[in-house]
């Protein structure tokens, strides 16, 4: 918020976060805006939810579960037709809904093309949050970056050190069908990937293993070998049966 409020704030924005129905939690606005702000309710405490405000920023978001730009006349009550509001939606680590970050601009010379920057920039701050909200949930997993795909929102996966899936953000969640159903039994990350259930191949797995085992000892066999337990003998006949050179 603070990073998004200091690109923003000198222009006549203000900007806030609300949780799941539209409560505002967190506030940033210049002292010389807020007066105008207060006196239109976009004040931390005050509920924008649509049920309370009409089609407006933050409760529109809410209900569309997308980014939204609510331009002057468009609000619902005429009480809130002096400002512009553009609200994306920010989603928790397991998909779900978890609030609105939004912009709000209260002066009457805004441009189309300074409209669009402020779209594009509170839609990127949301995006910032939730990465950085799914990569603390699952700081001890690893966090893979899916591929490039059509829509917003970042594709990121979490698989544990058997390289199971254990979590999966909103975008990549819809991208590849998950739902919590999905996260009950542990699914093999690649099996995802390629869109099949792949049958467990053993003899992958144990090179891989051994692979690794010698990377860590920069080639050494003799340090390899006491890494897995094994003795060297027995790695030299498992790397010529699995052909690991």
């Known amino acids: 918020m603070d990073r998004l409020f200091a690109a923003v704030g000198d222009s006549g924005c203000c900007v806030v976060l609300t949780d799941a129905k539209g409560l505002i939690v967190e506030r940033r606005g210049k002292s010389c805006d807020d007066t105008a702000f207060q006196r239109w309710g976009l004040w931390t405490g005050a509920d924008w939810s649509e049920a309370r405000e009409g089609t407006n920023g933050i409760g529109t978001c809410l209900i569309e579960q997308r980014p939204v730009t609510i331009d002057r006349s468009q609000h619902f009550f005429d009480r809130n037709t002096a400002m512009s509001c553009m609200g994306a939606p920010i989603f928790d680590h397991e998909g779900e809904l978890a609030g609105v970050i939004d912009i709000s601009y209260c002066r009457a010379d805004l441009?189309?093309?300074?409209l669009l920057l402020l779209r594009n920039a509170v839609a990127d701050t949301a995006h910032r949050i939730e990465t950085e909200?799914?990569?603390s949930a699952f700081a001890a997993s690893r966090v893979i970056l899916g591929g490039d795909k059509v829509g917003a929102g970042p594709v990121l996966f979490a698989v544990d050190k058997d390289d199971l899936l254990v979590g999966a953000t909103r975008k990549a969640r819809k991208v590849y069908g998950l739902s919590r159903a999905s996260f009950a039994k542990p699914l093999?990350?690649?099996?995802?990937?390629?869109?099949?259930?792949?049958?467990?191949?053993?003899?992958?797995?144990e090179r891989g293993e051994l692979r690794r085992a010698l990377a860590h000892a920069k080639g050494n066999a003799a340090q390899a070998a006491r890494d897995l337990g094994i003795s060297r003998a027995s790695l030299y006949r498992r790397m010529a049966r699995l052909s690991v050179r």
């Open 188 to 205: 093999p990350f690649r099996d995802l990937l390629e869109g099949v259930t792949a049958a467990p191949d053993l003899g992958a797995a």
């Open 133 to 135: 909200n799914f990569m």
């Open 111 to 114: 441009t189309d093309g300074f």
